[in-house]
């Protein structure tokens, strides 16, 4: 991170109206471990970051513009990167899970990403295998609009997430471990803001006067959610998750994971106070507080380095994001097919909390599920093939499909669909009642993250338009990891015409010897004998569930681990 060195690298973001280049230089992204990087001023760690520096920079291109991303791993590991939110039609293998739509990429090789982006807005892009994104590979990703509905002078993109001073791997090993049968989640040591003007991070924003400003808010966050408020300031929203809506001010709102939300502010003309951006961490799911972890955080927005700065707070206010209308309007229509997924967080017969959907905590398949799909023929239609352990649900080329989630955990959850956007029908607090369905939207919000509330549920609804293998998960990278993920094969005869992935994705497997055909087990056809089913529900009543966890509970104890070992070893 570096001062700007003067305010005119602030880049202005009005709308051009020059031609649109066919391609933006390519981005060549060496994944690198940075040592000794104290990134929230507190504790001093290795983390991932890109070209041997941390953060990781900004892809930014046009609409309809060639953006190549070249990932090289110089890690000791293998590493994948997920454009967050972007749809990769046609071009599955690009959109990055590893040991889903591609082989991780090995040490030393090069995983080439090149797209020409069908949409606009504000999105991200992170490591997509393990938990890689919470080290430190996680980056803005800009789509520029090149008619943007609303005029503004400049923009600033606004990072937010929550930081952790240990290795996610070695927190894991505890989280997900026989000492923490409850499966309560590490609270993160510290929260992180970074301002990036478009050319590089800044410390502050700065406003010129009478100025209208965008900015790009993006959690990037791993577990926490923020409530995002500006003293002294409304704001007004105009974008969701890459799509644009009807301007709506308000003073403040949640900013739940992997979320994105563009705000409009207008500087005042006077400049003799500075203000505070606000931030609010909820807390509602963190079982403890660490000693570094604020409650509350501020960044300035700087009119002079000499004003004083005003502390009075925004009034409070919660914007729901259902109440935002996109621009580009579309209606609901009626689902073809629907998807009920009961989500549940529980001790299972392995000793250790797992998410699961119905019953099934996700697994990676020896073969990835894409090559599966391309290779199966007429099987492909058949979810088998996918392997029980991975969620696989088959998708109809064109339907309108239905997802309700229903979630029976005391903690809400942010879901999100790969390749696609989705509209959200409703929302509650209760489980979804089929008696009573909710009733077709004029113009319903899109996003590809959806917030489903502690033991509540949500719909919602998306076309088929897009064949390919996509993920569907819990985007707390702590619930994704011990299995809060289904896989949707969307229209799989379809993709086997549609995707068809170039050598390099294959031979990037070839080199780490995975199979690239065959069915979840690498065997031919529809043959699964031999299939593991993977941890299982604790079979009996909820009090013999209790005495198992209480068990473990007091097995920990004794070992003076306490039965949140993390907090322990931090
Ligand atoms: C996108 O770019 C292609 C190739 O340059 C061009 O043919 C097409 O018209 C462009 N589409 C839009 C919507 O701008
Ligand atoms: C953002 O906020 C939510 C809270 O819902 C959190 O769980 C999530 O992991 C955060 N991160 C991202 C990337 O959105
Ligand atoms: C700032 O000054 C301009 C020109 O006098 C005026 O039109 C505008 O309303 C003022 N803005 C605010 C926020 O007071
Ligand atoms: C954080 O801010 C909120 C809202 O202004 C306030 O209610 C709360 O007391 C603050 N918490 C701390 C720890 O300062
Ligand atoms: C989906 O249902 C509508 C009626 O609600 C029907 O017109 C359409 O053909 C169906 N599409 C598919 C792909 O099943
Ligand atoms: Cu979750």
């Not at 989640?185 to 406003?207: R, S, W």
């Not at 090559?371 to 099987?379: I, K, Q, R, V, Y």
Request: a negative charge.
């Amino acid at each position: 991170m570096r001062l700007s060195t003067c305010f005119a690298t602030v880049l202005a973001a009005v709308a051009s109206t020059a031609v649109v280049s066919a391609a933006v230089a390519p981005y060549n992204l060496d994944i690198t471990y940075v040592d000794n990087v104290n990134a929230d001023g507190v504790s001093s760690r290795r983390v991932i970051g890109v070209n041997n520096k941390w953060p990781p920079p900004l892809v930014v291109a046009d609409y309809n513009e060639t953006i190549t991303v070249n990932v090289k791993n110089s890690l000791d590991v293998p590493t994948s990167m997920h454009s967050h939110g972007l749809f990769f039609k046609g071009e599955n293998y690009l959109d990055g899970p590893s040991g889903i739509t591609q082989c991780g990429i090995p040490p030393g090789g090069t995983y080439k990403y090149e797209y020409v982006p069908k949409q606009w807005g504000t999105y991200w892009y992170h490591a997509h295998n393990g938990g890689q994104y919470v080290d430190g590979f996680r980056g803005p990703l800009i789509i520029r609009n090149p008619n943007e509905p609303y005029k503004y002078d400049f923009e600033y993109i606004v990072i937010l997430h929550d930081w952790y001073h240990n290795q996610f791997d070695d927190i894991l090993k505890d989280y997900a471990g026989v000492y923490n049968p409850t499966g309560s989640e590490p609270p993160p040591d510290n929260v992180i803001i970074l301002i990036h003007d478009g050319t590089d991070y800044i410390e502050k924003m700065k406003f010129l006067p009478g100025k209208t400003y965008r900015l790009r808010i993006i959690n990037m966050s791993a577990f926490t959610m923020y409530h995002f408020s500006i003293g002294g300031h409304s704001m007004d929203v105009i974008e969701v998750d890459g799509d644009d809506t009807e301007r709506k001010t308000t003073n403040g709102f949640w900013v739940s994971v992997a979320q994105r939300w563009s705000v409009l502010v207008t500087a005042k003309n006077a400049t003799d106070k500075n203000y505070p951006v606000n931030l609010i961490v909820d807390d509602s799911m963190f079982a403890i507080i660490p000693p570094t972890l604020k409650l509350n955080y501020t960044t300035t927005i700087e009119y002079s380095p000499t004003a004083t700065l005003d502390e009075t707070p925004a009034p409070y206010e919660e914007l729901d994001d259902i109440e935002l209308s996109p621009i580009i309007k579309e209606a609901s229509t009626p689902a073809n097919q629907t998807i009920t997924l009961d989500v549940l967080l529980d001790l299972l017969d392995d000793g250790i909390n797992h998410g699961s959907f119905n019953g099934i905590t996700w697994t990676r398949p020896q073969v990835p599920t894409i090559f599966t799909a391309l290779s199966a023929g007429p099987d492909a239609t058949n979810p088998d093939i996918y392997g029980k352990r991975t969620n696989a649900i088959i998708i109809e080329h064109m339907s309108m499909v239905q997802v309700i989630i229903n979630n029976n955990d005391g903690g809400s959850h942010p879901f999100h669909l790969h390749g696609h956007k989705f509209q959200i029908m409703g929302r509650s607090t209760e489980f979804y009642d089929p008696s009573k369905p909710y009733p077709e939207l004029d113009n319903p919000i899109r996003r590809d993250v959806v917030q489903v509330p502690a033991m509540g549920s949500a719909v919602i609804r998306f076309r088929a338009d897009n064949p390919g293998v996509w993920l569907f998960h819990c985007h707390i990278q702590w619930h994704m990891e011990t299995g809060l993920a289904a896989t949707f094969i969307e229209a799989p005869l379809e993709m086997q015409k549609t995707v068809k992935p170039p050598a390099f994705v294959f031979d990037q497997c070839k080199s780490q010897n995975i199979a690239t055909s065959g069915n979840a087990l690498g065997k031919l056809g529809t043959d699964m004998e031999g299939e593991e089913l993977g941890p299982q529900p604790l079979s009996g009543t909820w009090e013999k569930k209790g005495k198992i966890a209480l068990a473990f509970t007091i097995l920990s104890a004794l070992l003076g681990l306490g039965t949140v070992v993390w907090f322990a070893s931090t």
